[in-house]
Each structure stands twice: as C-alpha cells, then as structure tokens.
Nanobody
Framework: QVQLAESGGGSVQAGGSLRVSCAASEYSECMGWFRQSSGKEREGVATINTRRGSAWYADPVKGRFTISLDNAKKMIDLQMNNLKPEDTGKYYC?????????????????????????WGQGTVVEVSS
C-alpha cells in the first residue's frame, strides 16, 4: 500500500499563495490532489500522469493552481496562487487513481469520492477574505 504524507498547509489572505506537498513512498501512474470543505463531498482539484507529466485541473482552479512532480524525492506538489476563500478546506493527496482520471480534458469525470483508498491524512488550507 502506497504511503502518502501531505505538508505545507496554512492560513493566508485572499489573493495570496500557498504550496502543499505530498511525499509518496512510490508513484502510481495517476496521482492527484483532492479537497474537502465543511459539509461538502471530497472533490478532485488536480491530477497528474507521473509518466507523461500531463495534468487535469478542476474548472475553479484552472489558471491559479499548478500540480508538479519532484521525481527524485517522489513528491507531488500543488502550487496555489490567487487563493480565494472558497479554496478553504482540507487538501488530500491521492494515489492509484484510474488512468483516465489523468486525462487533461476529461479527468474530472472519474474522480468520485470512492475512486481510491490510497489517501494521505490531509493538510488544512484556510483563506480569509
């Protein structure tokens, strides 16, 4: 079972930036970041194909968030810029996602809450207005 550990959450004002990181014991071909806000289902934010480097982004974060890999360290980072209060939530790293979830055009269709059981513990991001 892949082990995932997130870090880097925190509090920031709207318009600010944060970077969250995920240390993985190993890569699976499709990995990504989800978030969960109070009273809402966990939702996919971004995914990345660790072999091809191609990425999918949820519409609300396109142009503001960037997912990237550090292959040497087995890290998956999420750079978040121009943060908004609605970005507040607990951010989870996920592994062993369906390969289709990393399709840049349609990946989001595959990101149901039960899509994987390979989750990290999460890191909290708070954005104040």
């Amino acid at each position: 079972q892949v082990q995932l550990a997130e870090s880097g959450g925190g509090s920031v004002q709207a318009g600010g930036s944060l970077r969250v990181s995920c240390a993985a014991s190993e890569y699976s071909e499709c990995m990504g970041w989800f978030r969960q806000s109070s009273g809402k289902e966990r939702e996919g934010v971004a995914t990345i194909n660790t072999r091809r480097g191609s990425a999918w982004y949820a519409d609300p974060v396109k142009g503001r968030f960037t997912i990237s890999l550090d292959n040497a360290k087995k890290m998956i980072d999420l750079q978040m810029n121009n943060l908004k209060p609605e970005d507040t939530g607990k951010y989870y790293c996920a592994a062993v996602l369906p390969l289709a979830a990393c399709d840049p055009q349609s990946g989001g269709r595959w990101l149901r809450p039960g899509v994987t059981d390979a989750w990290g513990q999460g890191t909290v991001v708070e954005v104040s207005s």
